[in-house]
Nanobody
């Protein structure tokens, strides 16, 4: 299968910045879209940003102009640069990816999720 591991979360003051990383590993043949979601206590999981294999991106309105998603296809890694962080950005950030992987000599589709990395914005 394909595993995703996030890193880069932590505690930051309002107005500060963090950079999240998510690396995919396994017998990966190709990755289509990679995305970041977040989930705060008592709230539904929401899409933060998405990047397609061709580089096209989408952002939640609440993060436009503050967050930037990017990917390194050679490293199967997606990043989320978060600037001008606000207390309401506090959440567990999870990455997801879909694509195809090799299993027993054949290609199979996958969609995987990471375990999440906590981002806390507080003074």
């Amino acid at each position: 299968q394909v595993q995703l591991v996030e890193s880069g979360g932590g505690l930051v003051q309002p107005g500060g910045s963090l950079r999240l990383s998510c690396a995919a590993s396994g017998t990966i043949a190709s990755i289509n879209a990679m995305a970041w979601y977040r989930q705060a206590p008592g709230k539904q999981r929401e899409l933060v940003a998405l990047i397609r294999s061709g580089g096209g991106t989408n952002y939640a309105d609440s993060v436009k102009g503050r967050f930037t998603i990017s990917r390194d296809n050679a490293k199967n890694t997606v990043y989320l640069q978060m600037n001008s962080l606000k207390p309401e950005d506090t959440a567990s950030f999870l990455c997801t990816a879909d694509g195809r992987y090799w299993f027993g000599g054949s290609l199979r589709p996958f969609q995987s999720w990471g375990q999440g990395t906590q981002v806390t914005v507080s003074s």
